[in-house]
Every structure is written in structure tokens, then in C-alpha cells.
């Protein structure tokens, strides 16, 4: 299947002249310098500290700026998928909130929370971000992403076990004065707005200022159920569910005929940034930055795959008979692109419910009313200080303080009636500070430095679950610290050819959590709160060592080994005291070696690698579930119920299930409850790839570049099976495309068509056992764009769309019914848009 694709797709490239983004080193304009005879463009990257050629640098980088994002079509760091071998890069699932789940080489995370660590370390301009969380970055005033494939444990140390993600801006210059506005116009009643300026204001100061707006209707419509009924012509089937607007209720002479009430997956952003660049002395270079953000962007388009009514217990039954209905699939719209979630609960609070333990009259129960979009603010600032201490040494500072605040909410079921609902407030402030050193002279080019970080982070959160029959309010504070002194040397006795690289680092890092997550039933602590205060903490040493060949000017051989690292922690999410746990960090030892190739008078750039990873000490979490305790006696109730082990779990682990086999037992009642519960094992695991990179140039005005990359990740399944996983992991992943610039002199300008191709392979997101743990299907993505560029008044205007052929694909899923209740949740990808951009530069 990907052989067909793969030709079908160069075959269409070769017709169209159209054009994918270059990977890394193709495309990071501001970062390059020009070629020789127009050949391809060398790219300054500063992945080991330094600035260094791309092609000199025997590392595995993609490096690409944000114009070539722009001309793709793409906005974000999301968006990185389509340029980045063995790398994903995706929206978060709703319940995550406003984030990035990021994966690179089979490594990576979803979990947003502070209580998770990431496997991806972030860093703007030297600064490190430390969560996942509001790190989906908006291009503004980016000069280009360096995207680090493999452990890079020596030089970006903390929590980079998959790789690192270094993101460079544009600085002001003296060289004269310049400005930009851009206009996007879409569908989905896209507006988009950029506009910036760089200013001189003296011979050795300038200041940069950018703004940017963004705004687009949802695509996933929010339906309303009983109204949706009525227009389908079965209102039976929405019993005396109310409808959510009066307006939308079927009258002798009215029948609404949109239902309406919303959308997800929209945009509503806005951002500032600011920089002054003074250079007091030819040799101090001191830089100033901020920035701000500001988004209520929609939830993310969630759809409700599955209902299996096996799986409602007792508490959503009961909720679904006080409405006189039955849940199964009718609360399912058979359309992704419609969802009926209403985010609110319309059972009154203090309301009792026949036979519900979650309704019972209470006054906090009942009546919840939710907001679909995020509400996240955040800024920061930061100092850069280079000081060119002699003409081979250097000394670089660099400061950072940053604060975040967000509220979402999410409904997990995706329907008008509550299966569980969480209302959450995240935030974090921290601040950041390294040290570095470094030289390059004539048998060695080295760095070493110092750096820290320390941070106060919260998590408030509500969590009304109506099938656990609980409400609970988390407390949970975070107090992270971090302090590390690293130092990596490229040794050449022998002169240029061949080169040596040794890099270590040492860390101390510890975390303190205090956790309280208490029920709203009084007196407290009882034994149903969850209240525990744990500090995982380590010291670790990692390190890199490596060789370089440099066979002729334009051919570079290397081998590489490094340890990568991910701090310890423990179960964020614990639904009773019985499921507080930790568990150990995890560590892999990556092997590389790749080649480096200009070819062909510099028309071929040829970037490949292969490697093989050791993730020796791998924490899993493996889902099962437990009986709910009594917030009394602390112990479980069984009645009827029957504790099943886990196959393969750790000791005490349980599959908890409900079984009727005799009329006494079901005359005793449904018996205590279960909920899900996570166990953590060690998995340990090998994942082995190889990557491609790779530009030509074959005439003047012609592009073609892309890249392909596979990996294959093995590790024991629970039973103790070595299986081929793809968890997280496609084994294939390419993109390729082409663009063509044509002079016409005739209208003052060039035309430049381009169509892109992305490629994923199958991929396995949940790790449950449903039927729906392979529906992430392969498949193939074309966006494609022409622009104007004219020449004289230095104007542009482009046509695109995003999702050319309109192909319906998934971004994640999230398997609910691993967790004992009965629905399974999905993103649908947006469908075709249509765009007009207008830039004019001054």
C-alpha cells in the first residue's frame, strides 16, 4: 500500500510542479547562507550550543523555518508531523487541553498534566518549557524549529529522552528598517491577521514588535439531542430529554430545522511579542524579549466512535430511565463532523434519582454548567547576554521567567446525558537560567555550562462523575527544581577530517507534590479522599560519545551513542487512596549513525540515518480496575460483585466485574461499583529505524524535498509477549512534494505552485482491549498552494487549502471503555479549507 501511495504521489509531484516543504535543512531561510553556482543553500543550526552548518553537524536535526510552514499551509507546532520523519506532533485529546502530544523515534507523551513529565524537551530561544501544555506555539516572528531526533541528554539534559524541540526567533537588527502585514481570509470564516516591525534606533540598538490575531468557526457542530430527534423524525427516541434552547422546541407552526447549539475545534488567539537587541561594545550583544498569549479558543472536535450499553453500570442507566430512555447508540450522531455534548448536566441539582448512588439530592449534584473553550493566558520574558570574550571563546546567559494560567473543561462522554465531566485550572510560573562557556579552536571546538530551573506549578480541578458516582475537587500544588553542570568537546587531532565527541552531564532534580483530592461528603478526611504528599527525585548522569568523518567537502560520516532521560513520577490521576503509587524514571541508550551528502554540484542533499534504541527502564501503566471503596470502612463492599486478577498484573492487580448468576444475588442488588485503576510494570523495550532527508534541485526555479522515515517498536505485551507495537508509533512515516517558481515578467513577478504530501502509516493509540485500538488507519494528506510574488512592490498573494482531497482521517483516540465505562472517543482531523493570504512587506 505505501509503495502505490509513494508513486502515485511522486508521480503527481512530477506533473504538477507543485511543492512540499523542505525538511529541516532544506528550509530555514533565515538560517542560511547562499550556495555556490545557485546550488542548495547551507543552514546555520546551533544544536550543540554553537552555531554550526547543518551538514557539518553529525546530528540527526530537521530544522525548517516558519515561511516554509507558512507556504505549506501550516500554523503550529502541531503541524510538525508533516515535515518530520518518525516524529508526531498532534492536538491534544480534549481532555488534555490546549496542548501538543509530541513523539519522536517511538518516544514520546500525552499527558499534559503537571503531575506527568515530558519525553520531548522544549526550549524558545535557550529558555526551557517545561510541559506540554499550551506548547502548541503559533508561529510568530519564528526564524526557525530545530527538531533533535534521539536522546540529547548532555546538551539539553531535562527530560529529553525522545529528543528535543529548539525553537529560535527572529532578532532585531541595525541593518535598516522593515515591516509585514499579512491578511488570511478562509473557510470556516477564517481571519487571520499578522503584522510586525523592525526599527533602528541607533547604530548599535534596535527594537522588533509583532502582533497576531486569529480567529475560525469551529468544524465539529454541537447538535442538540431532543431537537435533533425531532428533526429526524423519531422523537420518541429523545424521550423527555429537554432541549437546550426553548427556541429549538417543535411548535404547531414551527419546526427548527438547524440544531445547532455550538462548534469545536475552532480558533480565538492573540499574541504579542517584543525584543530589543543593544550591542554596547562590538563584543556584547545583550537581546530582551516578551511575549504574551492570550486564547479561548473551542475545545477540540471530539466524536463519540462507540457505545457498547454492556458496559453502563447502574448510575448511568438510571440517569438515562429518569429521561425515559435507554443509553445505547442513538446518543451517537453518525456524523464526526457532529457531536451531541452539551457540557452542562440538565438533572437539577439536589434531584433524586431512582436507584442512582450519584443523584441522592445533594446540592452539589446536578445542574453543572460547563464552557466548550479553553481559557488560557500566558507570557514571559527573558535576557540574552553573548559576550565575545577573545576570538575563539564565548560566554552566553540566558534568563527566562514565564507564567501560565488555563481553564477547560471536557465532557468525556460526548453526549447529552453525564457519563463523567472535568472542569480544570492549570497554571505554572518558573524561572530558568543557564551559563555556557564555550570555544572553538583549531584541534577542538567544546562548551560547558551550568543551568536551573525552578517552578511553583497548581492543578484545580472538578471531577463530576455521575458512572463513578463521585464528585471530587483536586488541590494538588507542584514544586519542581532542577540544577545541572554539562560540558560536550569535538576533539580533531588528526585535523579537520576526523572528529571526537564526548559529552556528560550531571543532574539533580526532585519534585515535591502535595496531593489532595477530597469527596463532597462530609466529614473529612474520610476514606474515600486521596490525600498524599510524595517527592520523586534523582540524580543522573548522561552522556553522549560519538565519531565524525568528514570523507570530502561535501560528505559526512558518524556514529553516535547517548543516554536519554525521563524524570520519575507517579499516578497523577488516583480515583481512591488505594492508587497512590510511584514509580522510577525512565532511561534509553540510543545508537546512530547517519551520513551527510551534497551532491551533484550541491543539486542532491542527501541526510540519512539509522538507529537503535534500548529503552532499558520503561514504567507503563497498565489499565485495569478495583472495586470502590466504601468512604466509610475504607474496604470494598462486594455483595455480588467479583474481583477477577489481571492477567499478568502485578500482585493484588483485579479486573473488576459485575455477575448475576443466581435470582438471590440479583435480589441483593447490583453490589459495590467498580472504577478503573492503572497499574505501573516495567516494560522494558527496543525500537530500531532508519531516515531519510532529502532536496533537489534539478534546474533553476525547481524544488523537490521530503523525507521518509521508519521504526518499529518492540516490547512485552502484558502476557509477557515480545509484540510489535504501534502504540503512539506508525512504523512508516514520509512527505514529499515540489514547487516550481515561474518568472513572469509580464505582471511584474513570479508564480509559484506547490502540493505537499504527508504520510502516516496504521498506528496503535489505546492499549485496551476493544476492537477499537487499530482504527488509526494509514493515510495520505495533500495540501497544496499557489502564490503570487510581486516583485516591484514586494506583495503577495497566495491560494491554498489545507486537506486538499479532503480526506477523513482520526488525529487520536481515547478508549474510554478501558476505564469501565461505555464509550470510546475520537478527533476527527479538519476536513478541506480553503484560504487566501494577501503580505506586503515594507
Not at 540574552?384 to 514565564?402: E, P
Request: contains cysteine; neutral net charge; charged residues 15%.
Amino acid at each position: 500500500m505505501l509503495r502505490r501511495t509513494v508513486l502515485a504521489s511522486v508521480s503527481a509531484v512530477a506533473l504538477l510542479g507543485s511543492a512540499a516543504a523542505a525538511p529541516a535543512q532544506n528550509t530555514a531561510t533565515s538560517a542560511a547562507s547562499p550556495a555556490d553556482n545557485d546550488g542548495i543553500a547551507d543552514i546555520v543550526v546551533t544544536a550543540t550550543r554553537q552555531a554550526t552548518n547543518l551538514q557539518s553537524t553529525p546530528i540527526a536535526i530537521t530544522a525548517i523555518t516558519s515561511q516554509s510552514l507558512e507556504d505549506r499551509g501550516l500554523k503550529s507546532i502541531s503541524d510538525l508531523t508533516s515535515v518530520v520523519p518518525n516524529a508526531q506532533f498532534r492536538k491534544a485529546q480534549g481532555a488534555f487541553g490546549p496542548g501538543v502530544t509530541t513523539y519522536i523515534r517511538g518516544i514520546g507523551t500525552s499527558d499534559t498534566s503537571l503531575g506527568g513529565e515530558a519525553a520531548i524537551a522544549y526550549y524558545i530561544d535557550d529558555v526551557y518549557y517545561p510541559i506540554l501544555l499550551g506548547s502548541n506555539f503559533d508561529l510568530l516572528d519564528i526564524d526557525h524549529i530545530e527538531v533533535l531526533r534521539g536522546p540529547q541528554g548532555t546538551l539539553f539534559g531535562r527530560n529529553s529522552l525522545g529528543g528535543a524541540v529548539n525553537i529560535v526567533s527572529k532578532q532585531p537588527n541595525t541593518r535598516e528598517a522593515s515591516a509585514y502585514a499579512d491578511v488570511t481570509m478562509g473557510s470556516y470564516a477564517r481571519k487571520d491577521l499578522r503584522a510586525g516591525f523592525n526599527l533602528p534606533i541607533s547604530s548599535n540598538a534596535a527594537i522588533m514588535i509583532s502582533g497576531m490575531s486569529k480567529q475560525r468557526t469551529g468544524y465539529q457542530r454541537m447538535l442538540d439531542f431532543t431537537c435533533e430527534m425531532v428533526r429526524r423524525g423519531t422523537p420518541e427516541l429523545a424521550g423527555s430529554f429537554p432541549v437546550y434552547n426553548q427556541q429549538l422546541t417543535a411548535t404547531q407552526n414551527f419546526k427548527p430545522g438547524n440544531c445547532t447549539i455550538g462548534h469545536l475545534g475552532g480558533e480565538d488567539v492573540r499574541a504579542m511579542r517584543g525584543a530589543l537587541m543593544w550591542q554596547p561594545t562590538p563584543n556584547v550583544k545583550i537581546t530582551l524579549s516578551g511575549d504574551y498569549t492570550k486564547d479561548n479558543s473551542a475545545n477540540v472536535a471530539d466524536y463519540t466512535v462507540n457505545i457498547d450499553p454492556t458496559r453502563a453500570n447502574n448510575n448511568i442507566k438510571t440517569q438515562a430511565a429518569y429521561w425515559g430512555l435507554t443509553y445505547d447508540s442513538r446518543f451517537m450522531t453518525g456524523n464526526p463532523y457532529e457531536t451531541y455534548a452539551t457540557y452542562n448536566d440538565r438533572i437539577a441539582a439536589g434531584t433524586v434519582v431512582p436507584g442512582s448512588t450519584f443523584y441522592t439530592g445533594r446540592s452539589d449534584r446536578g445542574g453543572l454548567i460547563m464552557d466548550p473553550r479553553t481559557h488560557m493566558r500566558q507570557w514571559g520574558v527573558s535576557g540574552k547576554l553573548v559576550w565575545n570574550m577573545t576570538d575563539q571563546i564565548d560566554l552566553t546567559g540566558v534568563f527566562g521567567y514565564r507564567k501560565m494560567d488555563e481553564h477547560h473543561g471536557f465532557d468525556n462522554d460526548g453526549g447529552p446525558l453525564v457519563v463523567e465531566q472535568v472542569l480544570s485550572n492549570i497554571g505554572e510560573k518558573y524561572t530558568n537560567a543557564e551559563l555556557r562557556l564555550s570555544g572553538k579552536m583549531g584541534w577542538v571546538d567544546w562548551v560547558v555550562g551550568a543551568f536551573y530551573f525552578d517552578a511553583f506549578g497548581y492543578f484545580h480541578a472538578t471531577n463530576y462523575s455521575v458512572a463513578n458516582a463521585s464528585l471530587k475537587t483536586l488541590v494538588t500544588t507542584y514544586q519542581p527544581n532542577s540544577k545541572a553542570a554539562f560540558a560536550n568537546a569535538t576533539f580533531r587531532p588528526f585535523g579537520d577530517k576526523l572528529g571526537i565527541t564526548l559529552g556528560g552531564r550531571y543532574g539533580a532534580d526532585h519534585k515535591f507534590v502535595d496531593y489532595s483530592n477530597l469527596t463532597d461528603i462530609s466529614p473529612h478526611p474520610n476514606a474515600a479522599d486521596t490525600i498524599f504528599q510524595v517527592t520523586p527525585r534523582q540524580k543522573k548522569f548522561q552522556w553522549k560519545a560519538g565519531v565524525d568523518y568528514q570523507a570530502t567537502n561535501t560528505m559526512l560520516i558518524y556514529a553516535s551513542a547517548a543516554s536519554g532521560n525521563q524524570l520519575p513520577g507517579y499516578n497523577a490521576r488516583p480515583l481512591q487512596p488505594s492508587q497512590v503509587a510511584q514509580f522510577g524514571s525512565n532511561d534509553d541508550i540510543a545508537y546512530e549513525i547517519g551520513a551527510k551528502l551534497d551532491l551533484f554540484d550541491r543539486r542532491v542533499r542527501l541526510n540519512a540515518a539509522a538507529f537503535y534504541t534500548d529503552f532499558k527502564n520503561r514504567p507503563t501503566g497498565i489499565g485495569g480496575s478495583e472495586a470502590l471503596l466504601d468512604t466509610v470502612t475504607g474496604l470494598p463492599a462486594l455483595g455480588n460483585q467479583v474481583l477477577i486478577p489481571l492477567p499478568g498484573g502485578p500482585a493484588g492487580s483485579t479486573t473488576c466485574r459485575s455477575t448475576v448468576q443466581t435470582p438471590a444475588e440479583a435480589a441483593a442488588g447490583p453490589g459495590i461499583q467498580c472504577i478503573g485503576r492503572t497499574y505501573y510494570v516495567n516494560q522494558p523495550a527496543t525500537i530500531r529505524g532508519a531516515e531519510l532527508e532529502y532536496v533537489i534541485n534539478p534546474f533553476e526555479g525547481m524544488t523537490i524535498n521530503g523525507s521518509v522515515g521508519y521504526s518499529r517498536f518492540m516490547s512485552p505485551d502484558i502476557k509477557k509477549r515480545t509484540v510489535n507495537r504501534r502504540q503512539g508509533n506508525p512504523f512508516w512515516t514520509a512527505n514529499a512534494g515540489a514547487q516550481y517558481v515561474v518568472q513572469m515578467p509580464s505582471i511584474g513577478g513570479t508564480i509559484t505552485p506547490r502540493l505537499d504530501w504527508t504520510y502516516e502509516s496504521s498506528q496503535v493509540i489505546s492499549g485496551t482491549s476493544t476492537k477499537y485500538n487499530n482504527q488509526l488507519l494509514g493515510r495520505s494528506v495533500f495540501n497544496g498552494r499557489i502564490t503570487y510574488d510581486n516583485l516591484d512592490h514586494d506583495f503577495s498573494i497566495a491560494v491554498g487549502a489545507t486537506n486538499l482531497f479532503n480526506k477523513f482521517y482520526y488525529v487520536n483516540f481515547f478508549d474510554y471503555q478501558g476505564l469501565g465505562v461505555p464509550q470510546t472517543e475520537a478527533q476527527p482531523a479538519a476536513p478541506r479549507q480553503w484560504y487566501v493570504t494577501i503580505s506586503k512587506r515594507f
